[in-house]
């Protein structure tokens, strides 16, 4: 699945980025379940990455609804 949007947990992200917005970059599925691991970016207005750390990682809890994230734990982040 790939696509450019942004997503619920993404755009709570972004309230914070000096109106720029958060757009996905890539999912990664899980074999045994639903869920997924979701990248997006911080952006600018201008659509250019925010600097620091610009891209970042969570997950979309699909086995608990369609709306449901949850950030990606520390642990997680070299599987991922």
């Known amino acids: ?17 000096a109106g720029g917005s958060d757009v996905s970059l890539f999912t990664i599925a899980k074999s045994e379940n639903k869920n997924e691991v979701e990248y997006a970016v911080h952006v600018d207005k201008q659509c250019a990455p925010i600097s620091g750390t610009p891209v970042f990682a969570y997950w979309r809890m699909l086995e608990l609804g369609p709306t449901k994230v949850a950030p990606i734990l520390p642990r997680e982040v070299s599987a991922y």
């Open 1 to 17: 699945m790939f696509g450019l949007f942004l997503t619920p947990f993404a755009a709570r992200a972004a309230a914070g980025t």
